[in-house]
C-alpha cells in the first residue's frame, strides 16, 4: 500500500522548506563578510573627502598568529559573541563577527569533542609564550 499523496507531499515540502531555510541562513552568514567588504569599499571611496582616512583603511591586512593563539581569540569572540556584549560599537561588532567567522574556517579543534581541554592547553601554551618572551 502506497502512503497517501497528503502525506507524501508535507514530506516532500518539510524537505524542501528545511533545504531553503539552511541554505538562506548560509548565505547570511557567510555575506557578512562581503557587506563588511562593501561598506569598506564605499568608506573608502569617500576617502579623499574626509580627513585622516586613508587608502590603507581599504586594504587587506594579513595577521600571523599560531595556533594555540587562534584557539584562544576563537574562544574569545565566540564568547563575546554568545553573551550579546551590548556595549560593543557595532562596526567593532561587525570586525569582531569577520574575524570569527574567519577562524572558523582555519579551526578544526571546536569541533573535537575534547574541546575545553584543548582550549585550556592553548591557553597555557600562549601564557608560556607570553612569560618566555618577557625574560
Known amino acids: 500500500m502506497s502512503p497517501e499523496p497528503t502525506l507524501l507531499m508535507a514530506v516532500v515540502f518539510g524537505g524542501f522548506l528545511f533545504l531553503v531555510v539552511f541554505f538562506v541562513g548560509w548565505y547570511l ?19 579623499d573627502a574626509k580627513p585622516g582616512v586613508t587608502e590603507a583603511s581599504v586594504e587587506d591586512v ?6 594555540a ?5 576563537f574562544e ?10 551590548a556595549d560593543i560599537d557595532e562596526a ?3 570586525v569582531l563577527w569577520d574575524v570569527e567567522a574567519q577562524l572558523e574556517t582555519k579551526l578544526v579543534e571546536p569541533f573535537r569533542p575534547d574541546y575545553a581541554q584543548l582550549v ?15 625574560e
Open 92 to 94: 567593532v561588532r561587525y
Open 120 to 134: 585550556e592547553a592553548a591557553k597555557k601554551a600562549v601564557r608560556g609564550a607570553s612569560d618566555a618572551e618577557g
Open 69 to 73: 593563539e587562534a584557539l584562544v581569540l
Open 29 to 47: 552568514i557567510l555575506d557578512r563578510r562581503a557587506h563588511a567588504r562593501r561598506r569598506a569599499a564605499e568608506q573608502g571611496s569617500r576617502a
Open 76 to 85: 574569545w569572540l565566540a564568547s563575546v559573541h554568545d553573551g550579546g556584549a
Open 62 to 67: 594579513e595577521l600571523r598568529v599560531t595556533g
